[in-house]
């Protein structure tokens, strides 16, 4: 992948995959399929500055999170589908 640094308090997330079945083993087409609310965070800005104080990220690289339905950009970068959000999108961070 190229070097991407998102800037401010922005992040790139690379979505997981739609599910392919359901739990009773049907198969979705890909017209019904849902957008993915969760992802793996790849790149994290350097934060944001409020009232002249620095506040850093509360995400990290690698970490995955849980994001609302139409929140980030759409972007390509080497054949990979990522999402640029602000940290502000993303509504937790899901632990295994």
């Known amino acids: 992948m190229s ?19 359901t739990s009773s083993g049907l198969y979705i087409p890909d ?10 965070v790849v790149a994290v800005g350097p934060g944001r500055t409020e ?15 849980l994001y609302g339905k139409y929140a980030g950009t759409d972007l390509t970068l ?5 999402l640029i959000m602000k940290e502000s999108d ?5 632990d295994d």
Do not use: C, N, W, Y
């Open 31 to 40: 017209t019904a399929k849902e957008k993915p609310q969760q992802g793996t």
């Open 3 to 21: 070097t991407f640094k998102p800037l401010g308090d922005r992040i790139a997330v690379r979505p997981l995959p739609a599910e392919e079945k």
């Open 51 to 65: 009232d002249g104080v620095h506040v850093d990220m509360s995400v990290r690289e690698g970490d995955r999170v």
């Open 90 to 94: 993303v509504l937790g961070r899901l």
């Open 78 to 82: 080497d054949d990979e589908e990522l």
